[in-house]
Nanobody, 127 residues
Framework: QVQLVESGGGLVQPGVSLRLSCAASGPPFSNYAVGWFRQAPGKGREFVAAISWLDGGQTAYTDSVKGRFTISRDNTKDIVYLQMNSLDSEDTAVYFC???????????????????WGQGTQVTVSS
């Protein structure tokens, strides 16, 4: 089974950028659809972005990050990225990546559609 490790989080000021990485080990990562979720203190796990399998030709974003965040994948490195620009305090959360083995295209936006999860990386946006 695939194992996921997130990295790239940190403490940043409003307006700056961060790039999160989700590194996979195990079976070929290209066979997995991947999603990013986040969870702020006292709140449920929220969908952020998703990308389809293989070349990642399909993507989806929650409305609050459209135009600021970009999900991409590099299957040669078995990594999915989340580029986050123009960060603000509302983006503060633990960010998780999740993966779902698929045999067809599509993106998945609900946490219960994913079987594999990383441990999360903290993103704190504060002045």
């Amino acid at each position: 089974q695939v194992q996921l490790v997130e990295s790239g989080g940190g403490l940043v000021q409003p307006g700056v950028s961060l790039r999160l990485s989700c590194a996979a080990s195990g079976p070929p990562f290209s066979n997995y659809a991947v999603g990013w979720f986040r969870q702020a203190p006292g709140k449920g796990r929220e969908f952020v972005a998703a990308i389809s399998w293989l070349d990642g030709g399909q993507t989806a974003y929650t409305d609050s990050v459209k135009g600021r965040f970009t999900i991409s994948r590099d299957n040669t490195k078995d990594i999915v990225y989340l580029q986050m620009n123009s960060l603000d305090s509302e983006d503060t959360a633990v960010y998780f990546c999740a993966a779902k083995r698929v045999v067809y295209g599509g993106v998945f936006t609900a946490p219960n559609q994913y079987f594999y999860w990383g441990q999360g990386t903290q993103v704190t946006v504060s002045s």
